[in-house]
């Protein structure tokens, strides 16, 4: 079992920056992949970013390459978020899963979310 409190959201205005980070508890941190999604009012939940449990590698979709950066440390996951945009408003999610397939496309474990706003 995993437990994922996300923090850092807020509201920041077009071209500034943020910082999510994501604390987990439980057993095997280590072992899981983790990933950020987010959900628009109104849209579905997407993914944004993962890195694998080694924090070796790292991914992301094509709207947040090269603004976004997704790292880990030994229990937490963060997201530092540049040049941010109002489509970037949403409610980031931290989640967990057992390799980097499955976090991408099923994760095991939730967050409770974090909004961030980003004002134009």
């Known amino acids: 079992q995993v437990q994922l409190v996300e923090s850092g959201g807020g509201l920041v205005h077009t071209g500034g920056s943020l910082r999510l980070s994501c604390a987990a508890s439980?057993?095997?941190?280590?072992?899981?992949?983790m990933g950020w999604f987010r959900q628009a009012p109104g849209k579905e939940r997407k993914y944004v970013a993962s890195?694998?449990?080694?924090?070796?590698s790292t991914y992301y979709s094509d709207s947040v390459k090269g603004r976004f950066t997704i790292s880990r440390d030994n229990a937490k996951v963060y997201l530092q978020m540049n040049n941010l945009k109002p489509e970037d408003t949403a409610v980031y999610y931290c989640?967990?899963?057992?390799?980097?397939?499955?976090?991408?496309?099923?994760?095991?474990?939730w967050g409770q979310g974090t909004q961030v706003t980003v004002s134009s």
């Open positions: 890195i694998t449990s080694s924090g070796g």
């Open positions: 439980g057993r095997s941190f280590s072992s899981y992949a």
């Open positions: 989640a967990a899963g057992g390799t980097i397939i499955a976090v991408t496309a099923h994760p095991d474990y």
